[in-house]
């Protein structure tokens, strides 16, 4: 046959070299069959689903790992994938604030009363003995106020008792002060009112009972006032 001919006709190196060939072009023809049949099914697909009707199936893109899905239809009726706005939120709503009781307000300090002026309150026109009232302060601790009686003119006065002041200690009265004697009615007397110490008042409240005067009193004169006698006995 000539296909036998030629061969024998050839040589040992051309031999080899055809041998070559024809391997080579059977390999190439073995590697191309898939791509061949890959093409084939590739256009035959369309012609396959539009003669049964059918959709071809969804394809579901991957969701970025930055954003939102976005979903989109691969085939024939594939349209735009529509992309989802972020949702929009409006200012945070704030309500009326709460508000509990008012604290109540802070106690206000109690004023100070005034200073009360030491001053003789009672009649001017008294009895043998008499009741003497007033308004002042009490004194500190260590001093006490004590009432003396003087005749109109004289420099003696003549010690009478301590005065005894109110709980408020804003007045003070002293009992059964005796102003002269049966015959001095319508004499004027003067009545003071002395703050001692409380070793002299000690030392005065020892000649209680009998009249006891002195020239003048080592103190600090608080007020004083004229009374006038008159002719009753009072509560001797």
Do not use: K
């Not at 009741?131 to 006065?157: C, K, M, N, Q, S």
């Amino acid at each position: 046959m000539p296909m036998r001919r030629w061969w024998r006709a050839l040589g040992a190196t051309e031999r080899i070299t055809a041998v070559g060939v024809l391997v080579t072009a059977i390999v190439g023809i073995v590697a191309a069959v898939p791509a061949y049949v890959a093409i084939v099914g590739h256009r035959s697909s369309p012609q396959t689903s539009q003669s049964t009707g059918a959709e071809p199936p969804m394809r579901p893109t991957p969701i970025a790992s930055s954003g939102a899905p976005t979903p989109s239809i691969t085939g024939p009726a594939a349209t735009a994938s529509p992309t989802l706005a972020p949702a929009t939120t409006g200012p945070p709503t704030i309500g009326p604030a709460t508000t509990g009781p008012a604290p109540p307000p802070e106690p206000q300090p109690t004023p100070e009363p005034p200073p009360v002026t030491f001053a003789i309150t009672s009649a001017t026109t008294v009895p043998n003995c008499s009741d003497v009232t007033g308004t002042g302060e009490r004194p500190a601790a260590g001093r006490t106020a004590v009432i003396f009686v003087r005749v109109e003119g004289h420099l003696d006065y003549f010690y009478e008792q301590p005065v005894r002041f109110a709980p408020d200690g804003r007045s003070w009265r002293a009992n059964r002060v005796v102003i002269g004697d049966a015959t001095s009615a319508g004499q004027r007397f003067e009545l003071h009112l002395y703050l001692v110490s409380d070793t002299y008042a000690e030392e005065l409240a020892g000649h209680d009972g009998t009249p006891y005067s002195v020239p003048s009193v080592p103190g600090d004169r608080l007020t004083s006032a004229t009374v006038t006698r008159d002719g009753n006995l009072g509560n001797c």
